[in-house]
C-alpha cells in the first residue's frame, strides 16, 4: 500500500484540504482521510480530481484526422465522410492499429482522460475474413491499453447490415461483419483473457439500428445477458436525421422510441449519440436511467446537429462524454463545446448550471465522472474508497489556474483555453504521466509517426 497527501482534493463529500489517499496493492482506493497528517506519504504538489473516463472511441480514426476536411461538389456530409473513411480503414494492419491506439491513448491521458470505452468494430482482415486469431484486432488495444496504462472498457461491435431492414453489408463494411455467435464468442474470449484485470472491462456494442436488425438484436442482448448479465450494452443512435427518416420509413418509429419497444435499456446501457429525439423520446430513455454518451467535438466535425441537453437534464437523464472519431482529445475541450453549443441556440450563459448558483464546471465535470463511471462497467470518477485510483494533479501555478481554486479552478481548466494544466496523472495506482509528459510518450510517439506517414501517402 502507498499513500499520497495532497494540500487540496475533490471528494465526493466536496472540496478537502490536507488529503491523503491510500492505494492498495491492486490499484484500488482504500482509504481517504482529509485534515490528514503528510507524514510518511508522498507529498504530491497540485489539486486532485479524479479523472475523467471517456465512453466513446474508435481508436483507428485517430490517424484520419485532418484528413477529410475538404468539400465535394455534391456536398460533404456524414455519409461521405463515413465513404472516407472506409476507405481509409482499408490499409489499416494490426500493427498499424496498436501503433495508433496507443498514440491516441497517451493524448488522451495526458489531457486528463484514465479511462476508454472502445466500441470496438473493426474486426476482420481487409479482404473481410476473421484473423487466424478472431479477437487479434480487439487484442490490439488491449495491447495498446497495457502499454499506456489506461484503463479500457472493450466493446467488441456486432455489424450485420448495411441499411435498416437487413440491407446486405457493402464492401467497404467487409471488415466490420461477424455473425452473433462469432461477435459473443469474440466476448467470451476476451473476457477469459482479460480475467480479473480491474484495469479492462468487457461489454457488447451493438453497432446501430441500421446494421443489428430485430432477430440479431434479440439474440446478441440474450447472449450477453447469459454470458454477464451486468455487461456494458453500447449502441450508435438517431445521430443522423437520416437515420432517422429511414427508421420511420422501415418500422413507423424513431429510433429510440423503436429501441426502447424492442429491448430492456437499463442502467447497463449507454446510447451515443441520442442527438435526433423528440420530447416523448427524450423523456423515455432518461427515464430508463441509461446513459447518452455526447461526443461534442465529432458531432460538430460530422455536423450531426444538437442534442437536447436541458430537456434530457430536465429529465434527469444521466450522460457523460467521449471523443469518438478523435479530432479533439480533452475532456475539456468537449465539455466546453457542449455548454457553448448550447449557449449558441439558446442564447443564454451557463446552461448546464441553471438557475443554481453553481459552478458550471463542476456540474459539467460532475455529469462526466457519474456517467462515465456507469457507463464503462468500472469503478471510476471518484475520490473514494472502493474506486480505482485515477487521478488526475492539477499545476495550480500553471497560468490558466493560478490564483484560482476549489470552484473556480475547474471552471478555468474548462474554460481557459487549450493549453493543459494537467501535471500528473495516475491510472490504479500507477503513475503514467508526469510533468505532462507520458512515461512512454518518445517510444509510442515515434511507432505511431512511422504509421502516421505511411497512411499520409495512401
Do not use: K
Request: net charge negative; charged share 25%; glycine share 10%.
Amino acid at each position: 500500500m502507498s499513500d499520497l497527501f495532497f494540500s487540496s482534493a475533490l471528494l465526493p463529500t466536496g472540496w478537502a484540504r490536507d488529503v491523503r489517499l491510500s492505494v492498495g496493492a491492486g490499484g484500488t482506493l482504500v482509504d481517504i482521510s482529509s485534515g490528514a497528517s503528510s507524514t510518511g506519504a508522498d507529498r504530491i504538489a497540485g489539486v486532485a480530481v479524479p479523472g475523467v473516463p471517456n465512453v466513446h472511441s474508435h481508436a483507428f480514426q485517430r490517424a484520419l484526422s485532418g484528413l477529410t476536411e475538404r468539400g465535394s461538389p455534391r456536398g460533404d456530409t456524414f455519409w461521405t465522410w463515413r465513404e472516407r473513411m472506409y476507405g481509409f480503414l482499408e490499409h489499416l494492419t494490426p500493427d498499424d492499429v496498436q501503433a495508433i491506439a496507443a498514440e491516441l491513448q497517451v493524448e488522451l491521458l495526458r489531457h486528463g482522460y484514465t479511462a476508454v470505452a472502445e466500441f470496438h468494430y473493426l474486426r476482420n482482415a481487409p479482404d473481410g475474413r476473421s484473423y487466424a486469431d478472431p479477437v487479434e484486432m480487439g487484442g490490439r488495444i488491449l495491447a495498446a491499453a497495457a502499454d499506456t496504462g489506461i484503463g479500457v472498457t472493450l466493446l467488441p461491435a456486432l455489424y450485420r447490415a448495411s441499411d435498416f431492414g437487413g440491407a446486405p453489408p457493402s464492401e467497404g463494411q467487409r471488415r466490420f461483419i461477424a455473425p452473433v455467435e462469432d461477435l459473443l464468442g469474440d466476448i467470451a474470449v476476451l473476457s477469459a483473457r482479460t480475467g480479473d484485470d480491474p484495469n479492462v472491462r468487457i461489454g457488447l456494442a451493438l453497432h446501430s439500428l441500421r446494421a443489428v436488425g430485430p432477430d440479431d438484436l434479440r439474440d446478441a442482448l440474450d447472449a450477453i445477458g447469459r454470458l454477464d448479465a451486468t455487461a456494458p450494452v453500447h449502441i450508435h443512435i438517431a445521430e443522423q436525421e437520416r437515420e432517422v427518416e429511414a427508421c420511420l420509413a422501415w418500422s413507423g418509429r424513431r429510433p429510440v422510441a423503436w429501441l426502447l419497444d424492442h429491448a430492456l435499456v437499463d442502467p447497463h446501457w449507454c446510447a451515443i449519440h441520442a442527438t435526433h429525439m423528440d420530447e416523448d423520446e427524450t423523456r423515455a430513455l432518461a427515464a430508463t436511467g441509461a446513459v447518452v454518451g455526447l461526443c461534442p467535438t465529432t458531432e460538430a466535425n460530422l455536423g450531426d446537429g444538437v442534442f437536447p441537453f436541458t430537456e434530457y437534464l430536465a429529465a434527469g437523464g444521466r450522460w457523460a462524454i467521449g471523443t469518438d472519431s478523435h479530432v479533439g482529445v480533452s475532456p475539456v475541450a468537449d465539455l466546453r463545446l457542449l455548454e457553448y453549443v448550447q449557449r449558441l441556440t439558446r442564447r443564454i450563459r451557463n446552461v448546464a448550471a441553471g438557475t443554481r448558483d453553481a459552478s458550471t464546471g463542476r456540474v459539467l465535470l460532475e455529469g462526466a465522472w457519474a456517467g462515465g463511471a456507469q457507463a464503462s462497467g468500472r469503478p471510476l470518477g471518484r475520490l473514494a474508497s472502493g474506486a480505482r485510483a485515477d487521478v488526475v494533479v492539477l499545476d495550480d501555478e500553471h497560468p490558466t489556474l493560478v490564483g484560482r481554486a476549489e470552484d473556480d479552478l475547474l471552471d478555468a481548466w474548462i474554460f481557459s483555453g487549450e493549453d493543459t494544466p494537467v501535471r500528473h496523472v495516475m491510472v490504479g495506482g500507477r503513475w503514467v504521466v508526469l510533468d505532462g509528459r507520458h512515461v512512454r510518450q518518445d517510444d509510442i510517439g515515434e511507432s505511431y509517426r512511422r504509421v502516421a506517414r505511411r497512411l499520409g501517402r495512401v
